[in-house]
């Protein structure tokens, strides 16, 4: 089943500017977006940048990963290693503070962000 | 329908028992409304530990909860605004600021004032308190400028207020105390005497028995004048000579308040009117104020179950208490100073180790009673539990504080002996059945799990070690198997994945995944392996950036609002004019802030990420290398200028150091590595605070290692003596070797040897006597780390595939990070803060 979702695809960047199992940041329509390419999973993710524990840019840079026997995908800050769901958003930390996902997919080599 | 509204509960504080009170009561019920009233700008923070202001914590970090905490949880919060009137027949209270707010139910948590003595000259500048970050932020101030300081109290908070002076640089702090000894309400005179030495062996000058008579100086503070005639000059003095109950607002609301202060309340914490209830510090219950967070805690707890048709009672506490005072260990507990013929002592004293301890036993030897710690309190929480769930005794009570002498009874044994009703987090009222429940019923295994699951050890935290041993015991007793693993997807210790990696050629973390893991890896096992793989192979870590942390992914240490800083290597901290022109003119060109570092080197801060290659080049291209200050490896080799200059220098410390820090740059580690080098016993070098330090010596060169500075400082140990350089290099090379191998992640050389059966003797017969039989492996693998090195920014600056990778925007390469805010400072520019 796929969710029907109406978001407007954004053409954002090449799949081969996002280093394998890791990020990159991307400027979308204004706003500073992360992508991260699980290419150990062959899937993508997108996040916003801003870590909300301090407000910092910093999520891109941040090593990904998975958690628990679901395998759910995540991402560690790089700040101070607050994590946070790639498919919900929330911090895995018990930590009230959750981060924006937004739609992704490749197609022909392009990465494209789905914008609401 | 008409709903009727909550009835509402007020509360008046909004200090740590104060909220403190909200939790507990929203963890009981959602029928109330809560309105709270604080009179300080912030919202409630941690008091107990407020002297980790000082040590580099922000006033964030010591919030209790964040201020969305209130707003989720839908609590009216006033800050800033004290009520300074309750009208109780009307059941309202007024606020400064004008509101009027009606009670269902009223909380008063008004906590307590600094008592300030009525001592001429009180009033004059200079003169502050220590209660609040208020207090704390005019102490620091005042410490910046400060020659002398004094603290006026040698109690508890007395010698916490001067540790803060001590860790703000005050060149000299004074302690002035009125009874003739330390601490006289906690500890016994013996203890008070350790204590006292103890104290002044870090540079504390403590003044017993003295009444300060006044306060001298104009309108600023120049001198103390004693009872005695003497006098002390001193440009600062902070008060801490105990605390005053805040009972203002229920005196003039005319509830009964005690002689001495205080808002009297009965068993259940209510005044002399039922609907108002008085918790804390500012509470008198049975004669006493009690002057901890605990018992303030468990009236919150008392006054939430009355709410809420509960039957709690407050019946007294145990003042019993740990604390570590400037790095001392100081603990009381029971009755401290019972003697006969009530009660017989067993005292144990060491002088050179600076330790006293005092057990105080039951005449027919039954029962422990109470006692007092000084120096090593590792035995409390132990000791605590056995006096207040009255256990018998074992038939050689000294074994308490001295161990078992050829035993086996381990500490694990006894905590596991303790009956389930044992008080084991007094700060949550959380006890050994419930945490040992918790285990073997939810399946809680670690120390983190059980903060979430009952709160155990998240109040003081001083109970942690006890949680720990008691999931670590109850799994034992359950045939659960403990092993030192990495974390969820490597069940191996990083010593038993050094061995496999290298048995099984696996040279990238993926193939380590693969092998020996499952899941896809995490913020914990992707460093950890890519140090492990480093330290097999050397490799060049950028080819697999992504598994490092940011800064070994960057070659740069990521700062405060997201911009890198950048550090060259300038070995031993020789550096020549041409190079610091280099330095210089890069610094001027990028707009970095350029400082000296505590390893004699400059660091360079403010760097966007787009401009590092560029950075890197330009000191390349006048010779410059990486100074791996971002990498778990060698930093510096610090020296002194030994005997090319110094007319005390043995042989040339910068020549050796040079070389030393050449021979193991960039070789990645557990941790980081710290080193240096001195010329002679005078140590300018600090080489005994490094992880190995070497100092010369007429024969030859004295090699120390494991030492540390950081959180918890240690001495390096002497590992060798008289060693010419051969032979010192050899060593080195093993030793390293040895622990970049069979270290954990993030372990230092000191935590390591701490932890290392048989310690230092173990380790010279490893490194000096080859008792393994690894030496020659050891030095071969070490040759193979040596001879692979490579400049890791040279190459970035060369591969144009990897340095595409240094941008902020994938999708716009050319511009910054927007987000990141310089502001000036003294002629150069900071972050602006988070």
């Keep these: 089943m796929e969710a029907v979702i109406d978001v407007t695809w954004v053409a954002v960047c090449r799949a081969t500017d996002i280093p394998a199992d890791g990020g990159a940041c991307a400027l979308v329509e204004g706003e500073q977006v992360a992508i991260f390419n699980f290419a150990r999973r062959g899937e993508w993710y997108a996040t916003q940048n801003l870590c909300p524990h301090k407000q910092q840019m910093a999520l891109a840079r941040g090593m990904i990963g998975s958690t628990g026997e679901a395998c759910e995908p995540k991402v560690a800050c790089p700040f101070h290693k607050r994590t946070f769901s790639l498919l919900t958003g929330e911090c895995l930390n018990g930590e009230e503070c959750s981060i924006q996902t937004y739609p992704v997919k490749v197609e022909d080599g392009v990465v494209y962000i789905g914008w609401a | 329908m008409v709903l009727q509204p909550l009835p509402t509960v007020v509360v008046i504080g909004n200090g740590m028992v104060g909220y403190k009170f909200c939790e507990k009561l929203l963890a009981k019920t959602q029928a109330f409304k809560l309105v709270v009233f604080g009179e300080e700008p912030r919202v409630a923070y941690d008091r107990v530990h407020l002297c980790e202001y000082f040590g580099g914590k922000t006033a964030d970090d010591l919030l209790l909860a964040p201020l969305q905490w209130y707003h989720d949880n839908t609590i ?11 009208d109780r027949a009307n059941r309202t209270v007024h606020s400064r600021g004008g509101l009027v707010q009606p009670y269902d139910y009223l909380v008063l948590a008004t906590g307590s004032s600094a008592f300030v003595p009525d001592i001429p000259g009180v009033e004059k500048a200079g003169v502050m308190v220590y209660r609040t970050i208020e207090d704390l932020e005019e102490i620091k101030a005042y410490a910046a400028t400060a020659k002398r300081g004094a603290v006026l109290g040698g109690g508890l908070l007395g010698l916490e207020a001067a540790k803060a002076l001590l860790d703000l640089g005050v060149p000299e702090t004074h302690v002035i105390e009125f009874a003739p000894r330390l601490m006289p309400r906690q500890i016994d005179a013996a203890g008070s005497q350790m204590l006292q030495t103890k104290l002044e062996a870090l540079g504390l000058q403590i003044h017993l028995s003295k009444a300060t008579s006044s306060i001298g100086g104009e309108d600023t503070i120049d001198a103390l004048h004693f009872g005695d005639g003497s006098r002390l000059e001193v440009d600062m003095l902070v008060i801490s000579a105990g605390i005053r109950p805040r009972d203002e607002l229920a005196r003039l609301a005319g509830l009964e308040v005690g002689l001495r202060g205080g808002i009297v309340v009965n068993d259940e914490m209510q005044t002399s009117d039922p609907r108002i209830f008085a918790i804390g510090e500012c509470a008198l219950h049975g004669g006493m104020i009690y002057g901890l967070v605990a018992p303030g805690y468990d009236m919150a707890e008392v006054v939430a179950s009355q709410l809420t048709q509960g039957a709690r009672a407050f019946t007294g506490y145990d003042m019993s208490s740990k604390l570590k005072l400037i790095g001392v260990d100081v603990a009381s507990f029971g009755d401290p100073f019972i003697a006969e013929p009530h009660s017989r002592s067993i005292v144990f004293e060491d002088a050179h180790r600076g330790v006293y301890k005092r057990i105080n036993i039951s005449p027919d030897g039954k029962y422990l009673l109470g006692g007092v710690l000084i120096g090593d309190a590792e035995a409390y929480n132990l000791l605590l539990q056995t006096v207040n769930n009255k256990i018998v005794l074992p038939p050689h009570p000294e074994d308490l504080i001295l161990g078992a002498r050829g035993g086996e009874a381990t500490e694990g044994a006894g905590v596991l002996s303790l009956p389930d009703e044992a008080l084991v987090c007094s700060c949550e009222a959380v006890t050994k059945g419930a945490i040992c429940g918790a285990v073997t019923e939810l399946g809680i295994t670690t120390v983190e799990g059980m903060k979430k699951c009952n709160k155990a050890g998240t109040g003081c935290g001083g109970c942690v070690p006890m949680v720990k041993d008691l999931i670590q015991g109850t799994l034992l007793a359950q045939g659960a198997y403990i092993k030192n693993v990495l974390c969820e997807h490597f069940e191996y210790s990083r010593q038993e994945l050094f061995d496999l990696l290298k048995i099984n050629d696996i040279r990238t973390y993926d193939a380590a995944l693969d092998h020996f893991g499952r899941g896809d890896g995490c913020e914990t096992c992707k460093p950890a392996i890519g140090s492990i793989l480093s330290g097999l192979w050397n490799d060049l870590i950028v080819k697999q950036n992504t598994i490092q942390d940011t800064n070994d992914r960057y070659l740069a240490n990521i700062q405060k609002g997201g911009s890198y800083s950048v550090v060259p290597r300038i070995a031993a901290g020789e550096v020549t004019p041409e190079q610091l022109m280099v330095i210089g003119r890069v610094a001027q060109k990028y707009g970095l802030y350029t400082k000296i570092t505590g390893g004699q080197r400059i660091d360079l801060f403010g760097a966007h990420v787009s401009d590092l290659p560029d950075i890197w080049e330009e000191l390349i291209n006048a010779g410059f290398e990486s100074g791996h200050a971002y990498g778990k490896s060698l930093r510096t080799v610090k020296s002194c200028v030994g005997s090319t200059w110094c007319r005390f220098g043995l042989h040339d410390s910068v020549s050796l150091a040079i070389e030393i820090e050449n021979r193991y740059k960039g070789i990645r580690s557990p941790h980081k590595l710290k080193s240096g080098v001195s010329g002679c016993v005078r140590e300018c070098a600090e080489a005994q605070a490094k992880d190995f330090g070497i100092i010369a010596t007429e024969k030859g060169w004295n090699l120390y290692v494991c ?6 400082p240690q001495h390096a140990q002497l590992l060798a003596t008289d060693v010419d350089k051969e032979t010192l290099v050899r060593y080195l090379d093993r030793f390293l070797m040895f622990y970049i191998k069979t270290a954990d992640p ?6 390591w040897l701490n932890k290392l059966e048989g310690g230092l003797a173990y380790l010279k017969n490893v490194v000096i006597n080859d008792s393994l039989g690894i030496c020659a492996e050891l030095e071969a ?15 970035v ?13 994938v999708n716009a390469p050319t511009l910054k990070d927007p987000s990141i805010e310089f502001e000036p400072v003294r002629g150069q520019k900071i972050v602006k803060a988070w």
């Design chain 2, 707 to 712: 030492g540390n500075g950081g959180a918890k």
């Design chain 2, 797 to 809: 600056v060369e591969n144009p595939e990897l340095r595409r990778q240094f941008t902020h925007f």
């Design chain 2, 746 to 751: 993030l372990m230092r050389t000191a935590t």
């Design chain 2, 781 to 795: 693998e070490m040759a193979l780390l040596i001879q692979n090195y490579h400049c890791e920014w040279r190459e």
């Design chain 2, 76 to 86: 009216t919060l006033h800050l800033g605004d004290p009520v300074q009137e309750i």
